[in-house]
């Protein structure tokens, strides 16, 4: 053990291994997600050994796991900084980090090697639930139920034990609650295919747009206090006016899903005017992130998390904001749905509103470990560049993909087997798919050079505890 | 919707809220790092208006949500000046310590 | 009121997610009886005995699936208890063979093979595999096609073999025609008519 580990808590040294996991998963997610672009470049590939839908599942559902283990994790970072001592039950959130690994590495050699099951319950409880990002079989996902409430009675114990609620812990204690509770849709088989989306949403939405949301929200104003010094009434003023325009707008326009899936047409009305309100607090969220950077030199202390953070501002007000509501009125959606398109958002949007935000607290994190206090140099800016331009390349990509899909394959077309075929082979999809894999390349080269730039921060301290930076930037 | 129409509408949807993306920067960027950038903040401004405009006169979009996008863009338009003004103020009572 | 004070935020943060919250909740009960089989936008399982079709709406604008006379499915005519018993099996069928991470339904899924949302209604079965398999029906054609996709291939993206049982596949095919019928508000547009606006 390093010396520079001993003045951290345990919960936070629980973090970093949340971290390290979440970091190992990401590159995972980016393999496979490699893999099943490279399908619709080679549609024989792996015909019949290892299909498109088992190496695209791997790739979402990677890409839930890694997310949230990074954002338990920076919860776990920040949590004893919030109360002022070790959290409680930290025991218990020990071992269900080690129960975690062993329930994702057991669902993921099912899925490369079984795949999938018969129809009936067993499939269900031991292989394969075959719901989009749902897919993680029964036991596994009661494995997750019991990680998050864990982690929920790490969150209010310690609130409880320490007998200290400041206005972060509420609005993180609250959030847990729906949190956890949309997540028991996970185990639901419906026949009917209306009623399964229904409540479908009510995870993906509801997690992405709503408690992810905050959750992002508390660990920013955390992020705020620990590292600029803003007072606690700043940021909890914040906190809370931000969740009152996200959950405003957000809730209901969980709308926007409910358009086609044989819900009454009221949606149509209430899901498009909604969404178009969601992106309005991000706009406010982008001056704020702008006006905290500035007047806060955060440049000064820590300039990768800093320009991680000013990406995730950004990257969620165009990821969501300008990608989600180019498509969400109705009249609009009727074509661009269930398209490349949907794609393009999906991407944009989980990358801008969440994986730049905890590569931010990676950084921030392994500054505290190293005890670095001054973090610059520019091996950083390496992967802060190649990931941005391949995630925009990509999603750029995408977006012409879905776009000649929405013209040729449903507008066109009509949405029937000739159409999707006919805009499939349409130029603009082919070059968009191969743009899109091209891109990914560079994406995944982004991702070697975080990873290299996050370990070489250790070695680049001659001592544990040094205090002048060793580059200037 | 035609097909074209359906590309042609979203584009606008799309490059709108661009706009007032760019708005909202340029505008904090005035008041941070350089007093001129607000031109920027104007010019984003006039093309947020000129497209709500444009999708209002020539997209087959319904008439709810034209009036909708109009509106939303007249809300853009105060988001970062109040947004900012918030923010001092709530700022100002620790500036004065520091 | 001090809007620098966290209090305000605080109560304008509370009712708002709870007026939201309660919101959903209603919209959620009316919601569910309208998409419970049977209701005002899903019909009965036993739609399946019933010719269905797919027409533009000039009141709603929009296409509306339309139910018509008796056609029965395998030349039988299932109760709806038979109906519902062979819905659940389809679905384990979707569910356990992950047919959504490369299909979508009601535009919901994987984009890698076409929506299945009117596949019944396909001219694809007629035009395309029912000559290329020799079955005399649709419903045969699509029992043929979905045992061994990957023997009636239209092009070089295919579906692999995922082991289907003749019954299960029998009951995917009852599924994707009681799918066919539900009302979707008008999605996917102008489904098989090739963009001419009625
Ligand atoms: C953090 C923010 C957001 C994230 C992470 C996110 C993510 C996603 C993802 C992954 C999907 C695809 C879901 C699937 O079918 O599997 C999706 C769909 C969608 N999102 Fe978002 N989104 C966000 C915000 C928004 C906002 C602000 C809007 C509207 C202004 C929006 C509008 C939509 C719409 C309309 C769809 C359905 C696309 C379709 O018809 O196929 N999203 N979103
Ligand atoms: C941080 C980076 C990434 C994130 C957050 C991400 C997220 C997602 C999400 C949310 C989906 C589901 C989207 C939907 O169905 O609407 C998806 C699907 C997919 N992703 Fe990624 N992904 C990332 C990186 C990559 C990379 C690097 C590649 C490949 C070059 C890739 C290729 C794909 C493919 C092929 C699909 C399947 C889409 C389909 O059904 O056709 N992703 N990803
Ligand atoms: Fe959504």
Sequence with gaps: MSTAEIGLYRSQKLALRYFTAAVILFGVMILFGFLSSLYYLHPSMLFKVFDFNTSKMLHIDTLVIWLLMALMGSIYWFLPKEIGGEIAGIRFAEIMFWAFCVIVAIVAVVFIFVQYGHADEFSLWFINQGRKYLEAPRWASLGIVAVLLTFSYNVIGSAIKRRKMTGILWVLCLDLIPLVLVYTDAFAAQTNMSVDLYWWWWIVHMWVESTWEVLIGCIMAMMLMEIAGTSRRIVETWLYIEVMLVLGAGILGLGHHYFWIGTPEYWLSIGGFFSALEPLPLLGMVVHAIYDAGSHHLKNTNTPAFWWITAEAFGNFIGAGVWGFMMTLPQINLFSHGTQWTVSHGHFAFYGAYVCGVIAVFYLARQKYTGIEHLHGKGWWWGFGLLNFGMLGMVMALLLAGMAQAFYGRAIGGSTLMAFTDASQNAWFVAGMWARTGFGVVFALGYVALVWDLLAIRKRLPQAAAVSSPEPA | MSPEAVLYSAGLCGLLTLAAFGYGAFYVGSKMLAVKLIYGAHGCYFIVAALAILIFLSTPLGIGWKILIVASAVVYAAVPPVTWRFLVKLHAPEEQHS | ?198
Aim: hydrophobic share 40%; charged share 15%; with cysteine.
């Design chain 3, 1 to 198: 009121m001090d809007i620098q004070e966290p209090g305000f935020w605080r109560a304008g943060a509370i009712s708002t997610t709870a007026v939201m919250i309660v919101v959903l909740i209603f919209l959620s009960i009316n919601s569910s009886q309208a998409i419970a089989v049977g209701g005002s936008h899903v019909p009965d399982y036993s739609v399946i005995n019933r010719q269905i079709g797919y027409r533009y709406d000039w009141t709603r604008r929009e296409d509306v699936p339309v139910i018509g006379g008796p056609q029965p499915l395998f030349g039988k005519v299932y109760n709806e208890g038979q109906a519902t018993a062979l819905m659940n099996r389809a679905k384990l069928v979707i569910q356990s063979r992950n047919c959504i991470n490369c299909h979508t339904f009601f535009g919901n899924g994987a984009y890698y093979g076409p929506d299945l949302t009117k596949s019944w209604l396909d001219p694809a079965w007629h035009q395309i595999f029912m000559p290329m398999t020799g079955a005399k029906t649709q419903e045969e054609a699509m029992v043929m096609f979905l045992m061994d996709p990957p023997k009636y291939p239209t092009w070089d993206r295919r579906m692999p073999n995922l082991h289907l049982s003749e019954q299960d596949a029998q009951a995917v095919v009852a599924y994707l025609k009681w799918m066919s019928a539900v009302d979707t508000n008008g999605f996917p547009a102008n489904f098989g008519m090739q963009g001419e606006k009625p």
